[in-house]
Nanobody, 115 residues
Framework: QVQLVESGGGLVQPGGSLTLSCAAS????????MMWVRQAPGKGLEWVST????????WYVGSVKGRFTISRDNAKNTLYLEMNSLKPEDTAVYYC????????RGQGTQVTVSS
């Protein structure tokens, strides 16, 4: 079955950086769009970024454009999200998702941006 395991979250000061990873298994990773979504405390799920199957085209929500970079390694079945210049409003649980925003997700990894 589909399994997605996120890691790399933590507590970081404003302006800091983190890189999230998502290890995928149970499906042909290289055949699917992959995305990152997040859920801030008390808010709904928000789409953050999507990457195409080849890893050469990406899309971002406006609030993270220029600060976050999504990438994938199809040989390692792993999705990444490099986050720079983090802001308190980036605080959320981050999930990787297969195919669509409502697709299978992992358990999430907590990112807290606070001084």
């Amino acid at each position: 079955q589909v399994q997605l395991v996120e890691s790399g979250g933590g507590l970081v000061q404003p302006g800091g950086s983190l890189t999230l990873s998502c290890a995928a298994s149970g499906f042909t990773f290289s055949s699917f769009l992959m995305m990152w979504v997040r859920q801030a405390p008390g808010k709904g799920l928000e789409w953050v970024s999507t990457i195409n199957t080849g890893g050469n085209v990406a899309w971002y929500v406006g609030s993270v454009k220029g600060r976050f970079t999504i990438s994938r390694d199809n040989a390692k079945n792993t999705l990444y999200l490099e986050m720079n210049s983090l802001k308190p409003e980036d605080t959320a649980v981050y999930y990787c998702a297969k195919g669509t925003i409502n697709g299978p997700r992992g358990q999430g990894t907590q990112v807290t941006v606070s001084s």
